[in-house]
């Protein structure tokens, strides 16, 4: 199952398909009870979604049994026992994804030419994904991060490692004595080598990053470096040869310390938008603002969610599974406002007590 969303990802799952492409979509949960009805549900809404497609005129023979049978797939691929908050299913002619999402989602399925990825979009946000580079004289690791967890990355060049087959007997004397060892230039031009490939993974997909090393690893970081001069550094030496959980402990503590500073950040710009009336506040009024791309910079708190109808000129609640009901209103809303260049910021529940969980502060 998926998990890391990079623009080009998002891109190509954005491009038209040969219709139908499905987009299956229910809520999974991590935990006992709630989790023992996941493998029903997600079988009857697949079930549905095959039910559509025998209903649309629109669907050949042969192509509803080719959707049926990558449906079919993509259902043996789901692993039910590390399922997080939601599950997305793309399926279409050749093709299939399965997509794991720390955020829920509402269960439907739509028939479209295109996959519907806002969920996917919003999750993404919501995780507020980061990198970690692992260094040490031999090896460099890079790893996805997010809310909960981190996981090794190998494309981009990573890992890199370095053999020190050819140190003559001194050098290899010295291996221990760190200043030493990173003050050697062949090592030097190895970190020079993680810095470029780091420059090149950001280039792509540009995130926080954070740098775990040796001080004397870091220091000559900051000496030979580019793009890990403006990382946050983190003292703690074998992480490059470490485990996805050593690396996550290792960085928990200090990228929470930097979503607390974010979040007063955030607290900081909103207030300061009110004093501008460059400030929206509520659903339906940041809903209109994100419509017509006005909003900079948006704030959610994490788990809020909400139900409604638009009744042509707002937006007004409405209860799960109504007509025309829009049940990832706050997806779309963020969906839009990254579309139009929009930061988007997720903060603690109660932190927009004040604006009902959602505002924004605007452009104009």
Same mark, same amino acid.
């Given at each position: 199952?998926?998990? /890391?969303?990079?623009?080009?990802?998002?891109?190509? *799952?954005? =491009? !038209?398909? &040969?219709?139908?492409? +499905?987009?299956?979509? @229910?809520?999974?949960?991590?935990?006992?009870?709630?989790?023992?009805?996941?493998?029903?549900?997600?079988?009857?809404?697949?079930?549905?979604?095959?039910?559509?497609?025998?209903?649309?005129?629109?669907?050949?023979?042969?192509?509803?049994?080719?959707?049926?049978?990558?449906?079919?797939?993509?259902?043996?691929?789901?692993?039910?026992?590390?399922?997080?908050?939601?599950?997305?299913?793309?399926? /279409?002619?050749?093709?299939?994804?399965?997509?794991? *999402?720390? =955020? !829920?989602? &509402?269960?439907?399925? +739509?028939?479209?030419? @295109?996959?519907?990825?806002?969920?996917?979009?919003?999750?993404?946000?919501?995780?507020?994904?980061?990198?970690?580079?692992?260094?040490?004289?031999?090896?460099?690791?890079?790893?996805?991060?997010?809310?909960?967890?981190?996981?090794?990355?190998?494309?981009?060049?990573?890992?890199?490692?370095?053999?020190?087959?050819?140190?003559?007997?001194?050098?290899?004397?010295?291996?221990?004595?760190?200043?030493?060892?990173?003050?050697?230039?062949?090592?030097?031009?190895?970190?020079?080598?993680?810095?470029?490939?780091?420059?090149?993974?950001?280039?792509?997909?540009?995130?926080?990053?954070?740098?775990?090393?040796?001080?004397?690893?870091?220091?000559?970081?900051?000496?030979?470096?580019?793009?890990?001069?403006?990382?946050?550094?983190?003292?703690?030496?074998?992480?490059?040869?470490?485990?996805?959980?050593?690396?996550?402990?290792?960085?928990?503590?200090?990228?929470?310390?930097?979503?607390?500073?974010?979040?007063?950040?955030?607290?900081?710009?909103?207030?300061?938008?009110?004093?501008?009336?460059?400030?929206?506040?509520?659903?339906?009024?940041?809903?209109?603002?994100?419509?017509?791309?006005?909003?900079?910079?948006?704030?959610?708190?994490?788990?809020?969610?909400?139900?409604?109808?638009?009744?042509?000129?707002?937006?007004?609640?409405?209860?799960?599974?109504?007509?025309?009901?829009?049940?990832?209103?706050?997806?779309?809303?963020?969906?839009?406002?990254?579309?139009?260049?929009?930061?988007?910021?997720?903060?603690?529940?109660?932190?927009?007590?004040?604006?009902?969980?959602?505002?924004?502060?605007?452009?104009?």
């Amino acid at each position: 199952m998926e998990h /890391a969303l990079s623009p080009a990802t998002l891109t190509e *799952l954005r =491009r !038209p398909r &040969p219709y139908p492409a +499905v987009s299956v979509l @229910t809520p999974t949960h991590r935990r006992e009870p709630e989790k023992a009805q996941d493998p029903v549900r997600l079988r009857n809404v697949v079930a549905a979604a095959k039910k559509q497609l025998e209903s649309d005129p629109a669907v050949s023979r042969d192509r509803r049994a080719d959707v049926e049978r990558q449906l079919d797939q993509a259902l043996a691929e789901v692993d039910l026992t590390h399922t997080e908050d939601g599950l997305v299913i793309f399926a /279409a002619p050749g093709e299939h994804q399965v997509w794991s *999402l720390a =955020r !829920p989602v &509402p269960e439907r399925v +739509v028939l479209a030419d @295109t996959f519907l990825t806002r969920n996917l979009v919003s999750a993404q946000a919501a995780e507020r994904p980061f990198w970690v580079l692992s260094v040490s004289a031999d090896r460099v690791s890079l790893w996805n991060g997010g809310t909960d967890r981190v996981a090794e990355v190998r494309a981009g060049g990573f890992p890199l490692n370095r053999s020190f087959d050819n140190f003559d007997a001194e050098r290899q004397e010295r291996i221990g004595d760190l200043p030493s060892t990173f003050r050697d230039e062949g090592i030097r031009h190895f970190l020079r080598d993680a810095d470029t490939a780091m420059s090149a993974v950001l280039k792509d997909d540009a995130r926080p990053l954070y740098i775990t090393g040796e001080q004397a690893a870091l220091s000559a970081l900051d000496e030979i470096g580019t793009v890990t001069k403006e990382a946050v550094h983190i003292a703690h030496g074998g992480l490059a040869h470490g485990t996805h959980e050593a690396v996550w402990q290792a960085v928990r503590p200090i990228v929470a310390a930097q979503d607390r500073k974010s979040s007063d950040e955030v607290a900081r710009e909103l207030e300061s938008a009110r004093g501008r009336r460059a400030f929206a506040a509520g659903l339906d009024e940041v809903w209109q603002n994100a419509r017509e791309a006005r909003v900079r910079l948006l704030a959610v708190e994490e788990n809020y969610r909400a139900t409604v109808r638009d009744d042509g000129e707002h937006l007004v609640p409405a209860e799960s599974g109504d007509l025309d009901a829009r049940e990832d209103i706050v997806d779309e809303i963020v969906e839009q406002c990254l579309e139009t260049g929009a930061e988007v910021r997720f903060v603690p529940d109660g932190t927009l007590r004040d604006a009902a969980g959602i505002a924004g502060v605007l452009r104009y």
